[in-house]
């Protein structure tokens, strides 16, 4: 058996396992549901290419194994400098680059050009949660201040702003969206980097305090689909968790009727508030008048 050959086999193995691991494999990206198809045809076009340089690179290390294996009496040339093959190298590495680059930009502008007729919408992330906030029937959603943020008002909606009265606010439950129409995302966070991620949108951006990213899809297919946080954001990022109901028409509009607006959150905390001052009066008076509670003896 020729020197080498061992290895040389070895390699083919690894490069022919890998291949048909890829091709075979059981896991896969889940069914797309919504429009960036782009997204999914500019990976498998980088998986061609960076496939076909991974075999080529261990086909021509196995080749130089067997080829230029160790031979009692034979001395290698020293060759430091080759034109051509460096001319070669450099041209083969630009198209590859530029074949991986280019559709990734176009891909980029159609991401970041928003349709005029998309409705927006507002995703909130803080340790370890998701809040959306929806504009109401005036289809503006109210400006926000971060110092505005409270027990009151979580999204830190400006108490000034007549537009945002009527938001609508969903803290804690599934976010709801109409079949397609495409939907403009707002992205905030309250406390460290976050990401909003659904796989099967293939849409995803990161979530800066102090800024408001966003993205924007339109839902293809009906369905409820995992909303995750793609970001590793403190001990609870496994939990951080949500649903995205995908509905037609006529069953969003009825969900969307059942929400509560900002206004209608503020007057059930002031009632809230109002409650349990009462009450906290009341045990006042009551302990002034019978002495109030013993005291508590400790020791031994």
């Known amino acids: 058996m020729k020197k080498g050959f061992g290895v040389a086999f070895m390699l083919f193995l690894v490069t022919a396992g890998t291949v048909l691991f890829h091709v075979f494999s059981p896991w896969w990206w889940t069914p797309l549901a919504s ?24 086909g021509f290390t196995a080749y130089c194994v067997l080829r230029f294996s160790y031979q009692e009496g034979r001395r290698s040339e020293y060759k430091p400098e080759n034109k051509k093959v460096e001319w070669w190298l450099t041209g083969l590495t630009s198209l590859g680059v530029v074949g991986m680059l280019t559709p990734g930009l176009f891909v980029w502008n159609e991401f970041v050009s928003v349709p005029k007729d998309a409705a927006v919408i507002e995703v ?61 995302v707002l992205l905030r966070s309250l406390d460290v980097l976050h990401d909003f991620y659904v796989p099967q949108f293939r849409a995803k951006m990161d979530m800066v305090p102090g800024v408001v990213t966003y993205f924007w899809f339109t839902p293809t297919r009906t369905g409820t689909f995992d909303a995750l946080c793609f970001e590793l954001c403190g001990v609870g990022h496994y939990a951080m968790r949500s649903k995205v109901v995908v509905e037609k028409e006529g069953a969003y509009q009825a969900w969307l009727k059942k929400q509560q607006t900002f206004a209608q959150s503020l007057r059930a905390a ?17 302990n002034a008048a019978g002495g109030g509670s013993p005291p508590l003896v400790t020791g031994r």
């Open 124 to 184: 909130m992330g803080q340790q370890w949660q998701w809040s959306y906030r929806l504009p109401g029937k005036d289809g503006v959603l109210g400006t926000t201040d971060v110092r505005q943020v409270n027990d009151k008002n979580p999204f830190g909606i400006n108490m000034k702003d007549p537009k945002g009265r009527d938001d609508v606010l969903i803290s804690g439950e599934d976010l709801h969206l109409p079949l397609d129409k495409p939907v403009k």
């Open 270 to 286: 002031e009632k809230q508030s109002g409650a349990e001052s009462k009450v906290a009066s009341a045990q006042g008076s009551g």
């Open 35 to 58: 429009n960036w198809g782009y997204i999914d045809d500019t990976i498998i076009l980088t998986f061609w290419i960076t496939g076909v340089v991974f075999v080529a690179v261990l």
